[in-house]
């Protein structure tokens, strides 16, 4: 299957600080990535939606000026969090879909980044 | 929006035995049924799925069934092990604005005990 790899795996960062984390597509191209967070035993909630070359979408309570997102090229989606606070630690994790696999609906999710903010 | 109700949250089952998880959706526009595990502080991954044009799909030990008119769908796993505990989540996935947008539901925790 398509393969996603998401970096860092793990990140502390004290508050205040902004912590960018990338998502790469290794051998397709993604056109759409979505951004999840994702809290202890709970499920995966969408935070975004981006697509290549154009503004992302955030889901309703998602605050955009947080939580940036940049997809400018096919193969790289990036997420900041801008002032990290303590609140803000979770289990980040990107997907991605694209024309190689046809747009089935499948996703293929990267290993995921913990952030610890201090 | 979708909602996707999953049930049980916690699931315990000797080896051997079956264990099945239930989920509900509520937009009739859903048209893709993906079920992931993910094991701890891992990507989840995609174990099976089931298109809408199709009411039972079987993988092996793996089996999921989908009743449209319901619009519930289930994850049947035989013949248990242990290496088959993990948290599992079903999810729903229609068409929006040129791609598939995926709801999750809430996760359930499988314990297969030895």
């Known amino acids: 299957g398509a393969v996603v790899s998401q970096h860092p795996s793990r990140v502390i960062c004290k508050s205040g600080t902004s912590v960018k984390i990338e998502c790469r597509s290794l051998?397709?191209?993604?056109?759409?990535m979505f951004w999840y967070r994702q809290f202890p035993k709970q499920s995966l909630m969408l935070m975004a939606t981006?697509?290549?070359?154009?503004?992302?979408?955030?889901e309703q309570g998602v605050e955009k000026d947080k939580f940036l997102i940049n997809h400018a090229s096919l193969t790289l989606s990036t997420l900041t969090v801008t002032s990290a606070h303590p609140e803000d630690s979770s289990f980040y994790i990107c997907?991605?879909?694209?024309?190689?696999?046809?747009?089935?609906?499948?996703?293929?999710f990267g290993e995921g980044s913990r952030l610890t903010v201090l | 929006g979708e909602n996707v109700e999953q049930h049980p949250s916690t699931l315990s089952v000797q080896e051997g035995d079956s264990a099945v998880i239930k989920c509900t959706y509520s937009d009739s526009a859903s048209n893709y049924f993906p079920w992931y595990k993910q094991e701890l502080g891992k990507r989840p991954q995609l174990i099976i799925d089931?298109?809408?044009?199709?009411g039972e799909k079987k993988d092996q030990r793996i089996a999921v069934t989908l009743n449209k008119t319901a619009k519930h769908f289930s994850l049947h796993i035989t013949e248990t092990q242990p290496e088959d505990s993990a948290v599992y989540f079903c999810?729903?996935?229609?068409?929006?604005?040129?791609?598939?947008?995926?709801?999750f539901g809430t996760g359930t925790k499988l314990q297969v005990i030895p």
């Open positions: 051998d397709f191209q993604a056109t759409t």
């Open positions: 981006s697509n290549e070359g154009s503004k992302a979408t955030y």
């Open positions: 089931i298109r809408s044009n199709v």
């Open positions: 999810a729903a996935s229609k068409s929006s604005g040129g791609y598939q947008k995926v709801t």
């Open positions: 997907s991605a879909s694209g024309s190689r696999v046809l747009n089935t609906g499948e996703l293929f």
